[in-house]
C-alpha cells in the first residue's frame, strides 16, 4: 500500500523590512538609554554628598552643641581653618582694617603659632561668634566690633572605609568628598524692641507722652535685663556647606544649610593668645551690665 508524503504546510517569517523596522525600534531605545545614563549616574553622585554632608553635620553640630574638647580624630578630615576678620566702628560701620587668620595642621598665619594638633582648637575655631567685642578699642564709648567669617575646608568624615584615616595615599585621599564649611554662631536677639524703648515720644509706647511712669520704666527695665539674658545663654547657629571643594579654593554647585539654637553659656578661653569659644549647654549665666 502506497502512502503519500505528508504536505508541507508553509512556515510565517518576519520579511527584511520587519527586521529593518525592529532594529531601528531597538537602536532609538538603546539611543534613548545612553543618553539618559549619564544623568541617572549624575543623580546617584549628587545623591551620595548629599547624604555625606547630612551625616558630617550631625557629627561637627553635636561636637559644637556640646562643647567638646577630646574629639582629636578631626585632625584627620579638617584640613585648614581661615577667619576673614573685619572692623567695626561702634555706630556699625566698617573701619577699613581686616585682616585673615589662617590655620592648618603645620602652622598658622597668626602669632603666637596656633597649628591645629587637636580637635580642642577646631572646635574652639568653629564656635567662633558672628560678632565679637574690638579687644584693641579702650573706653566704653570706642568700643566696636569684629566681623567673623570662619571658613573650614574638611575632607567628608564619611563614605567609603578606604579613604579615610589611617589611609595615607593622597591619590586615594582625594577621592573622598571635600567641602566648604561656614560655621555662623549669633546670639539670639528676638525680642520686642517697643517694649524696650525708654523714649517716651516714640510711636510704639504702651504711655505715650512726656514721661514714663515708675512702674512702666520697671517693667521696661526688667524686660531688657531679661532680652540680655536670653542673648547671653541662647545662640542661633548656622552651618552652610558648599561642595566639592575645588583646588582653586572655590566650591562647586552643592550647597546645603543647616540653622539649629543652641541653650547654654558660650565660654570664651584664651589659649597662649588666640581666642576661642565653647558651649556649655548646661550652664547658664546672667547678662553683664
Same mark, same amino acid.
Given at each position: 500500500?502506497?502512502?503519500?508524503?505528508?504536505?508541507?504546510?508553509?512556515?510565517?517569517?518576519? /520579511?527584511?523590512? *520587519?527586521?529593518?523596522?525592529?532594529?531601528?525600534? @531597538?537602536?532609538?531605545?538603546?539611543?534613548?538609554?545612553? +543618553?539618559?545614563?549619564?544623568?541617572?549616574?549624575?543623580?546617584?553622585?549628587?545623591?551620595?554628598?548629599? /547624604?555625606?554632608?547630612?551625616?558630617?553635620?550631625?557629627?561637627?553640630?553635636?561636637? @559644637?552643641?556640646?562643647?567638646?574638647?577630646? #574629639?582629636?580624630?578631626?585632625?584627620?578630615?579638617?584640613?585648614?581653618?581661615?577667619?576673614?576678620?573685619? *572692623?567695626?566702628?561702634?555706630?556699625?560701620?566698617?573701619?577699613? !582694617?581686616?585682616?585673615?587668620?589662617?590655620?592648618?595642621?603645620?602652622?598658622?598665619? !597668626?602669632?603666637?603659632?596656633?597649628?591645629? /594638633?587637636?580637635?580642642?582648637?577646631?572646635?574652639?575655631?568653629?564656635? /567662633?561668634?558672628?560678632?565679637?567685642?574690638?579687644?584693641?578699642?579702650?573706653?566704653? %564709648?570706642?568700643? +566696636?566690633?569684629?566681623?567673623?567669617?570662619?571658613?573650614?575646608?574638611?575632607?567628608?568624615?564619611?563614605?567609603?572605609?578606604?579613604?579615610?584615616?589611617?589611609?595615607?595615599?593622597?591619590?586615594?585621599?582625594?577621592?573622598?568628598?571635600?567641602?566648604?564649611?561656614?560655621?555662623?554662631? #549669633?546670639?539670639? %536677639?528676638?525680642?520686642?524692641?517697643?517694649?524696650?524703648?525708654?523714649?517716651? !515720644?516714640?510711636?510704639?509706647?504702651?504711655?505715650?507722652?512726656?514721661?514714663?511712669?515708675?512702674?512702666?520704666?520697671?517693667?521696661?527695665?526688667?524686660?531688657?535685663?531679661?532680652?540680655?539674658?536670653?542673648?547671653?545663654?541662647?545662640?542661633?547657629?548656622?552651618?552652610?556647606?558648599?561642595?566639592?571643594?575645588?583646588?582653586?579654593?572655590?566650591? +562647586?554647585?552643592?550647597?546645603?544649610?543647616?540653622? !539649629?539654637?543652641?541653650?547654654?553659656?558660650?565660654?570664651?578661653?584664651?589659649?597662649?593668645?588666640?581666642?576661642?569659644?565653647?558651649?556649655?549647654?548646661?550652664?547658664?549665666?546672667?547678662? +553683664?551690665?
Amino acid at each position: 500500500m502506497n502512502h503519500s508524503p505528508p504536505s508541507q504546510k508553509p512556515q510565517a517569517a518576519f /520579511t527584511m523590512i *520587519e527586521i529593518a523596522i525592529s532594529l531601528a525600534v @531597538i537602536g532609538f531605545a538603546l539611543v534613548a538609554i545612553i +543618553g539618559i545614563l549619564p544623568s541617572g549616574m549624575n543623580v546617584q553622585k549628587e545623591n551620595r554628598e548629599q /547624604t555625606i554632608v547630612n551625616q558630617d553635620y550631625r557629627v561637627l553640630i553635636d561636637a @559644637i552643641r556640646s562643647g567638646a574638647r577630646g #574629639m582629636d580624630d578631626l585632625t584627620n578630615y579638617v584640613v585648614a581653618i581661615t577667619n576673614y576678620v573685619t *572692623e567695626y566702628s561702634p555706630l556699625g560701620k566698617p573701619s577699613g !582694617t581686616a585682616w585673615t587668620n589662617g590655620y592648618t595642621y603645620f602652622d598658622s598665619s !597668626t602669632v603666637p603659632k596656633f597649628p591645629l /594638633t587637636n580637635g580642642y582648637r577646631i572646635v574652639g575655631l568653629l564656635s /567662633t561668634p558672628k560678632f565679637t567685642v574690638d579687644p584693641l578699642a579702650s573706653g566704653k %564709648g570706642a568700643r +566696636g566690633y569684629l566681623s567673623n567669617y570662619v571658613v573650614a575646608w574638611v575632607r567628608s568624615m564619611s563614605g567609603n572605609a578606604n579613604e579615610k584615616f589611617p589611609q595615607t595615599n593622597s591619590s586615594v585621599q582625594d577621592l573622598a568628598l571635600s567641602y566648604r564649611l561656614v560655621a555662623e554662631v #549669633m546670639a539670639h %536677639g528676638n525680642y520686642d524692641r517697643n517694649w524696650t524703648n525708654y523714649d517716651p !515720644t516714640f510711636p510704639g509706647n504702651l504711655l505715650p507722652g512726656p514721661q514714663l511712669s515708675t512702674n512702666e520704666y520697671i517693667l521696661r527695665s526688667n524686660y531688657w535685663m531679661f532680652a540680655k539674658t536670653v542673648e547671653t545663654n541662647l545662640h542661633d547657629v548656622r552651618l552652610i556647606f558648599r561642595w566639592p571643594a575645588l583646588p582653586n579654593g572655590d566650591a +562647586g554647585g552643592g550647597r546645603q544649610v543647616y540653622r !539649629t539654637m543652641i541653650g547654654g553659656h558660650l565660654l570664651a578661653t584664651n589659649d597662649i593668645g588666640i581666642p576661642i569659644y565653647f558651649f556649655e549647654n548646661r550652664n547658664y549665666v546672667k547678662a +553683664g551690665p
